[in-house]
C-alpha cells in the first residue's frame, strides 16, 4: 500500500505475556519512529532509525522494550513480560530523511494494546 | 531537551465560528514547530510546518499558525470552523540539534458543534 502499515490493528494480551507489533514503512522511506499513545496523553517517543545507523533508543520506558529494523525497511516493536501500563495506541511513522528538518513525517493508524 | 504545552485539552465552537487553538513550547536551542491532526479512528496527519522564514505558515483546509519567538508560542488559528473539523489536534516540536525527535503536545480535542 502506499501509506505505513501497521499490525496488528488491536491486540488483547494477559499481563506477563510478550507481544510483537509490525510496521511496514512507506517504500523508499529511510527514517523509521515508533511513538505511544497513552489515553488523554500526547505521543511519546520510544525509537528511532536511520538507514544503517545506530538506533536512538533514547525513549523506550525499560528494558522490557525493544525494536529491531530488518534490512532498513520492516521494524518490529517486541514488549516482553507486558504490564497493563503498557495498554496503549503504538503509532509507527516514516520519512524520507531525519523528520522535523522539513521532511514530512508519514504515521500509520497505530496498533490498540490491551493487556488485562 | 524540548517540551509542549497544549493548555487547552478539549475546545467545543459552534460550527462558522473561528477559533484558536494554544500551543507553547520550551527549548535551548532554535526549534521546527508543527500542527498534526488525528480523526477519529484515523492516524496522524500532518496539517503545517514551521521551518524558517515567514512566521505565518498556511496549512491545509483553511488552518493557519503563527510562530511567535518572544512568546515561545505557535497558535493554530481558522477563521471558520466546520462540523468535519472536529477532531484531535496535535503541536510538536524539533530541535535543530536533534531535528529527527518530534516532541507531541497532550493534544486539544476540537468538538464543533451545529
Known amino acids: 500500500g502506499a501509506g505505513v502499515s501497521q499490525s496488528p490493528s488491536n491486540k488483547v494480551t494477559e499481563k506477563g505475556k510478550d507481544v510483537e507489533l509490525r510496521c511496514d514503512p512507506i517504500?523508499?522511506?529511510?527514517?523509521l519512529y515508533w511513538y505511544r499513545q497513552s489515553l488523554g496523553q500526547g505521543l511519546e517517543f520510544l525509537i528511532y532509525?536511520?538507514?544503517?545507523?545506530?538506533?536512538?533508543k533514547s525513549g523506550l520506558p525499560s528494558d522490557r522494550f525493544s525494536a529491531e529494523r530488518t534490512g532498513g525497511s520492516v521494524s518490529t516493536l517486541t514488549i516482553q513480560r507486558t504490564q497493563q501500563e503498557d495498554s496503549a495506541v503504538y503509532l509507527c511513522?516514516?520519512?524520507?530523511?531525519?523528520?522535523?528538518?522539513?521532511?514530512?513525517?508519514?504515521f500509520g493508524e497505530g496498533s490498540w494494546l490491551t493487556v488485562v | 531537551a524540548q517540551s509542549v504545552t497544549q493548555l487547552d485539552s478539549q475546545v467545543p465552537v459552534f460550527e462558522e465560528a473561528p477559533v484558536e487553538l494554544r500551543c507553547n513550547y520550551s527549548?535551548?536551542?532554535?526549534?521546527?514547530l508543527f500542527w498534526y491532526v488525528q480523526y477519529p479512528n484515523q492516524g496522524l496527519q500532518l496539517l503545517l510546518k514551521?521551518?524558517?522564514?515567514?512566521?505565518l505558515v498556511k496549512g491545509i483546509n483553511g488552518f493557519e499558525a503563527e510562530f511567535n519567538k518572544s512568546q515561545t508560542s505557535f497558535h493554530l488559528r481558522k477563521p471558520s470552523v466546520h462540523i468535519s473539523d472536529t477532531a484531535e489536534y496535535f503541536c510538536?516540536?524539533?530541535?535543530?540539534?536533534?531535528?529527527?525527535?518530534?516532541?507531541f503536545g497532550s493534544g486539544t480535542r476540537l468538538l464543533v458543534r451545529p
Open positions: 511513522a516514516s520519512s524520507f530523511y531525519a523528520g522535523g528538518s522539513g521532511n514530512t513525517i508519514y
Open positions: 527549548s535551548s536551542v532554535s526549534v521546527y
Open positions: 532509525f536511520q538507514g544503517n545507523s545506530a538506533p536512538d
Open positions: 517504500s523508499g522511506h529511510t527514517a
Open positions: 514551521y521551518l524558517s522564514g515567514s512566521t
Open positions: 510538536a516540536v524539533s530541535g535543530m540539534d536533534s531535528s529527527y525527535k518530534l516532541i
